[in-house]
């Protein structure tokens, strides 16, 4: 299920309590209050400086907004409603009201944790087809949105740091060191940011959801230096998982780029495969 768009002002949006911030934004769960009823619905706006908003963050959420509007006609791509820069830059998103993949790591069944696995998988690879790499696949940017009678829909959210892939960008800026690929700490060793970028990310994603556990965990230091030195123990040393999960996981998180997966679309089609067993 989705939210459909619709034309909203900012003076019918009642903003509600916080559910989460990050980079330089805040998001709230919030109303839109319209001709047909109340629409319940989360909204992100940037973090306002003491008296002032700096004009970068400004074109960077509405560089962000239109980027993810070409995306969020995805079942596994959390919608944009609407957006505008007045009075100040904001994102009206559909209102996901099952929380976060990091508060159900490690606690699915292994068939629904491989289904949701795949979900995901599939709207990172709808993005790429679009030109888009996400760059910050974390836990709390997979969102659930409850269904009746069914498991609950992940989708993707937060595509802040997202960039065309035609624009070669190099490390980013904002990422989350524990869920960052090498080549984002260190771009002259390991490359620039791509969508293979994307690949490693989602494989520590992944990894969580399996296990519980990310690939590697200490002090932020700690975790930069494995991510660049170190292969994570097999998924099945953690918890009760198949040995073929291992391959695909470990594989996506290759330390270097040429090793890993160089397409979702393989990561996809592997779990797939296992799926069908």
């Keep these: 299920p989705s939210t459909p768009r619709f034309s909203i002002s900012y003076d019918n949006i009642e903003k509600g309590n916080?559910?989460?911030?990050?980079?330089?934004?805040?998001?709230?769960?919030?109303?839109?209050?319209?001709?047909?009823?109340e629409v319940p619905l989360a909204i992100k706006q940037p973090r306002m400086g003491e008296t002032t908003l700096d004009t970068d963050a400004v074109d960077e959420m509405l560089e962000e907004a239109e980027?993810?509007?070409?995306?969020?006609d995805h079942e596994h791509i959390v919608s944009v409603i609407d957006f505008d820069s007045t009075p100040l830059p904001w994102i009206a998103m559909e209102y996901m009201d099952g929380g976060d993949l990091g508060e159900r790591a490690g606690e699915l069944s292994f068939e629904q944790a491989l289904w949701t696995a795949l979900a995901i998988t599939k709207g990172v690879r709808y993005a790429h087809?679009?030109?888009v790499a996400h760059l910050d696949l974390k836990p709390s940017n997979i969102l659930f949105r409850s269904v009746e009678d069914a498991w609950d829909?992940?989708?993707?959210?937060?595509?802040?740091?997202?960039?065309?892939?035609?624009?070669?960008?190099?490390?980013?800026?904002?990422?989350?060191?524990?869920?960052?690929?090498?080549?984002?700490?260190?771009?002259?060793?390991?490359?620039?940011?791509?969508?293979?970028?994307?690949?490693y990310q989602l494989?520590?994603?992944?990894?969580?959801?399996f296990t519980g556990e990310p690939p590697f965990e200490g002090q932020t230091y700690e975790v930069m230096n494995k991510i660049q030195s170190s292969t994570p123990a097999p998924p099945s040393d953690i918890a009760d998982?198949?040995?073929?999960l291992d391959n695909i996981l470990l594989t996506a998180l290759a330390t270097e780029k040429a090793d890993r997966y160089d397409d979702v679309l393989y990561i996809r089609d592997a779990l797939q495969e296992l799926w069908s067993k």
């Design 67 to 72: 980027t993810w509007q070409q995306l969020d």
């Design 203 to 209: 494989g520590t994603v992944l990894y969580e959801l």
């Design 241 to 244: 998982l198949p040995e073929e």
């Design 18 to 37: 916080p559910l989460g911030s990050g980079g330089n934004a805040d998001v709230y769960q919030a109303t839109a209050v319209t001709d047909t009823g």
């Design 153 to 199: 829909a992940p989708k993707v959210a937060d595509w802040g740091l997202s960039k065309h892939l035609l624009e070669h960008s190099q490390s980013v800026d904002g990422m989350s060191p524990r869920y960052a690929a090498p080549e984002q700490l260190d771009s002259e060793q390991f490359g620039q940011t791509d969508s293979v970028t994307d690949v």
């Design 129 to 131: 087809k679009r030109g």
